[in-house]
């Protein structure tokens, strides 16, 4: 069985054993073997006042959105939102599975793809992971309704443009 949505928090304080050997997909797992990830459990679970108290995959996106949000301003030099949405595009921060994730011009960023084995303590054992960062895209190819869209804040100032009526907002 593989599972698109199942992380840590979702196994915490629940029977693992009948899960072990089931499948996720994220971009992120608690179980990353990273001096960076180690640091950030660790804050977490003292923040917490809880040394069980587990990371997962939303967390991470958190912290590398608020990293780039920061690099964003500070290039911007203003927290105004059409100035950082401007200034964020190409922007970068570390990751916590050991790369560096790259904020692309449709607001979507550069992840790793990890597959993980679910184990009887309710962690995961990355058992596939992608070679290089893979970018996210905001629209797929392959349905009907989206294939035509594209997200473009650099260019297009749009999230939702249509490559075959040259507009913004969809069909």
């Known amino acids: 069985v593989v599972a698109f949505s199942v992380g840590e928090e979702e196994l915490a304080g629940i029977d693992t054993k009948p899960l072990v050997g089931h499948l996720a997909a994220w971009n992120y797992f608690m179980s990353v073997d990273t001096p960076a990830n180690k640091e950030f459990i660790k804050k977490w679970q003292a923040f917490t006042k809880n040394p069980k108290r587990v990371t997962n995959d ?8 608020f ?8 290039k911007a030099k203003t927290t105004d ?64 309704g989206s294939k035509d869209l594209i997200g473009d804040w650099k260019d297009k ?10 507009k913004c907002g969809g069909a």
């Not at 100032?157 to 040259?166: H, L, R, S, V």
Request: aromatic share 6%; net charge negative.
């Open 157 to 166: 100032k749009c999230g939702n443009w249509n490559t075959k009526t040259g």
């Open 58 to 65: 939303p967390m991470e996106a958190h912290v590398i959105g």
């Open 81 to 144: 939102p059409d100035k950082v949405i401007d200034a964020i595009v190409g922007v970068k921060a570390p990751n916590l599975t050991g790369g560096v994730s790259e904020m692309l011009p449709n607001h979507h960023i550069t992840k790793p793809v990890l597959i993980g084995e679910i184990k009887a303590d309710g962690q995961f054992d990355v058992v596939w992971k992608t070679d290089k960062l893979v970018p996210g895209d905001a629209w797929s190819k392959y349905l009907e």
């Open 67 to 74: 990293n780039m949000w920061v690099q964003a301003v500070q």
